[in-house]
């Protein structure tokens, strides 16, 4: 029961993540295939350079409903590893996986930092909303998405420790942390040369 449950935890959650939600707002509005446009991401940051800040913020927020999904459906319904959580880390890990390498769009995809962002809530709802909260201050202040990013996720192994939650939580956030960071390494480098784009002029 327990090795059926984790397969279908697994396959369920990075389906969920393949929805490319990004990819599917630009086409059906704009005709456009977001992945030829910007940084060929189909995150909220390049849906905005398409669609304008209100679709920025609806992308932003299905692409977290997206990532916490799963893992909320993995906490209700799974009944095998209770005790450590392993099941909901198993769908987190999954469906950021899917948003990132999804397949309905030949394995590419966004850089998971939503999605990310809402398995940590549905995981541990203080610890996200401290994340969130440390990502909207570093994003506004510096007006770079990508830095606000980096810095909330890596962040986020502390916090989830010091708020009390599982050592798998803990795993997660440190192995989604480096994961996440390691697909804006192209983002590093322009940050580093000043020539990455801001979230606002």
């Not at 390049?46 to 993995?74: C, E, Q």
């Not at 209700?76 to 909901?88: A, D, E, K, Q």
């Not at 590419?108 to 969130?132: D, E, R």
Request: proline share 2%; charged share 10%.
């Amino acid at each position: 029961m327990g090795i059926l449950e984790i397969v279908i935890t697994a396959l369920v959650a990075y389906l969920i993540g393949s929805v490319p939600t990004g990819y599917i707002i630009v086409k059906t509005a704009k005709g456009q295939d977001i992945r030829e446009i910007g940084s060929g991401s189909t995150g909220a940051t390049n849906v905005k350079r398409v669609m304008g800040k209100k679709w920025f913020f609806i992308t932003l927020l299905l692409d977290a409903f997206k990532g916490a999904l799963p893992v909320i459906l993995a906490k209700i319904f799974c009944v095998s590893f209770t005790g450590i959580g392993l099941l909901p880390v198993i769908a987190a890990i999954a469906v950021i996986l899917g948003h990132s390498k999804s397949v309905f769009l030949k394995f590419t995809g966004g850089k998971s930092v939503a999605s990310g962002v809402g398995t940590i809530l549905a995981l541990n709802w203080v610890a996200g909303l401290i994340i969130a909260v440390i990502w909207a201050i570093v994003t506004y202040f510096s007006k770079y998405v990508s830095l606000g990013s980096i810095v909330a996720l890596g962040l986020s192994p502390f916090i989830m420790y010091f708020t009390g939650a599982p050592a798998a939580y803990v795993g997660y956030c440190l192995l989604g942390a480096v994961y996440i960071i390691w697909l804006h390494r192209s983002n590093i480098q322009r940050l580093i040369k000043g020539e990455e784009n801001k979230v606002r002029q």
